[in-house]
């Protein structure tokens, strides 16, 4: 089955610049949705088609992905950034939507 | 607004069942594909089951094929999951979501806010 691996954390200051990156076989040659989860709380879309944003997302937040990596970028990052990334894609072989582990973000 | 809301959780023994409702209001139900998403307690997300918009199209976890069954009913705005011979693993909180653009099946745009599942030994 299709494997999408995300670092288990990411710190960065305020005002920094913070990158997730979601790694898969070839991944670059799927569409890759990315979630935010805030403790407590339901996941929400930020970004999906690996670049394009929801209405009502900041433009801090963009996406890319080609090869074996996505990455999910969050420009000049805010406390209220601090939440659990996820990274999604569909596998076409298995007929499976398939969720990276998910990565911690921590704003210092 | 947007609302989906899910029903149906509580406390099981192992080998028991339990049937999931999500209920949904404020656009076109039939035409959006509609998910169920899991999470365990302290951890990640995992997709559980997908249906579309004429339920044609059914797709479901493999390591609950033949225990858990989606299907919808678009006369009363509602996604259901029925589970079955339910196991340990199969506890945690249980999102009912939707697609972000209708008629695809695509990025999950909105989401309820979940109904938890515990599954006792």
């Known amino acids: 089955s299709y494997v999408l691996t995300q670092p288990p954390s990411v710190s960065v200051a305020p005002g920094e610049t913070a990158r997730i990156t979601c790694e898969g076989n070839n991944i670059g040659s799927k569409s890759v949705h990315w979630y935010q989860q805030r403790p407590g709380q339901a996941p929400v879309l930020v970004i999906y088609?690996?670049?394009d944003r929801p209405s009502g997302v900041p433009e801090r937040f963009s996406g890319s992905n080609s090869g074996n990596t996505a990455t999910l970028t969050i420009s000049r990052v805010e406390a209220g950034d601090e939440a659990d990334y996820y990274c999604q894609v569909w596998d076409r072989t298995s007929d499976h939507w398939v969720f990276g582990g998910g990565t911690k973000l921590t704003v210092l | 607004e947007v609302q989906l809301v899910e029903s149906g959780g509580g406390l099981v023994q192992r080998g028991g069942s339990l049937r999931l409702s999500c209920e949904a209001s404020g656009f076109t139900f039939n035409r959006y594909y509609l998910y169920w998403v899991r999470q365990a307690p302290g951890k990640g997300l995992e997709w559980v089951a997908c249906i579309k918009e004429d339920a044609s199209e059914k797709y479901i976890l493999d390591s609950v094929k033949g225990r858990f069954t989606i299907s919808r009913d678009n006369s009363k705005n509602s996604v259901f999951l029925q589970m079955n011979s339910l196991r340990a693993e199969d506890s945690g909180l249980y999102y009912c979501?939707?697609?972000?653009?209708?008629?695809?099946?695509?990025?999950?745009?909105?989401w309820g806010q979940g109904t938890r599942v515990t599954v006792s030994s």
């Open positions: 088609y690996d670049s």
């Open positions: 979501a939707r697609d972000a653009v209708a008629v695809t099946k695509g990025p999950l745009g909105q």
